[in-house]
């Protein structure tokens, strides 16, 4: 359920109820599947129910292309949240999917990181803007850029958990554990609630001997960290974009939608596991 604006937190509360997830989706590597895992994921969510908010914290901006944000439609984003021009709801747009809104990127963004320098608690600037939202989201997904810089500090502050898209190639593991001590760092210097919630495996092409590698090798290094559901390499899920939209609403039966369609109940399933923990 989503939260009420006077009782946010980050961890569910005891009434059987969860409050507002906050989730990074972040890799400092570009090109593994970053953006596309957190727009169809949003989609999923929001198609099952959920009212989910996409924060666009990567300059390109291709979160806000991906779900139909046309660019002159942008004069309020991260941006001007950031810097108190605006509030989230303000900045909060809806995209073509029922249930699921987006605080688009401009390309001020780029400057951001220039401009947060000298700026008094800079690494918590997202996450008191998201405490005067009231939109009572029950996700909020945070687009992160592919770099560990001040947007993705931001991000991570202001999350409960990281969701990492991991391309099945021979560097994975390398990039991977460089994030995870990454987390480690923000958890015990900024947020003590972060975690790693889960990886999920990206672009697989199970000819590939090298993407069975990579998976295998990945799921003996995390264990029950890794989702079970992976990614495969889809043309419909790299066309979607060019019409503004997830691959999920371009074509739901293509074997990439039906994967982030299975890779969002796995996440509910989960979240649902953690709610009874902490519900006990």
Do not use: W
Request: aromatic residues 6%; charged residues 20%; hydrophobic residues 40%.
């Amino acid at each position: 359920m989503p939260a009420e604006k006077e009782n946010q937190s980050l961890v569910p509360v005891s009434s059987g109820t969860f409050q507002t997830r906050y989730i990074s989706v972040s890799n400092q590597k570009g090109g593994v599947g970053k953006t596309t895992t957190t727009i169809n994921l949003a989609t999923a969510l929001a198609a099952v129910g959920k009212k989910v908010l996409v924060v666009d914290l990567d300059p390109q901006g291709n979160a806000s292309t991906g779900l139909g944000i046309d660019r002159a439609n942008r004069t309020h984003g991260t941006y001007e949240v950031l810097f108190d021009e605006c509030t989230i709801d303000q900045a909060a747009s809806p995209s073509r999917v029922p249930n699921l809104y987006v605080v688009p990127a401009s390309i001020h963004l780029s400057g951001a990181e220039i401009e947060l320098i000298d700026v008094k608690q800079r690494e918590y600037r997202l996450k008191e803007a998201l405490r005067n939202n009231t939109g009572n989201y029950d996700y909020v997904l945070f687009d992160c850029p592919p770099s560990l810089n001040l947007l993705t500090l931001n991000a991570l502050v202001a999350s409960d958990g990281v969701l990492v898209p991991l391309q099945c190639e021979f560097f994975a593991l390398e990039g991977l554990s460089h994030l995870v001590s990454t987390i480690g760092r923000v958890k015990a210097s900024f947020n003590e609630k972060l975690e790693l919630m889960g990886v999920v495996l990206t672009m697989f092409d199970k000819r590939n001997n090298l993407s069975n590698q990579v998976s295998d090798n990945v799921r003996e290094h995390f264990g029950d960290k890794v989702y079970d559901t992976v990614i495969p390499r889809n043309v419909r899920i790299s066309e979607a974009p060019s019409f503004g939209l997830p691959a999920i609403v371009y074509d739901m039966n293509c074997n990439g939608s039906q994967a982030y369609i299975q890779l969002a109940k796995e996440i509910l399933k989960r979240d649902k596991a953690l709610n009874k923990q902490y519900g006990s």
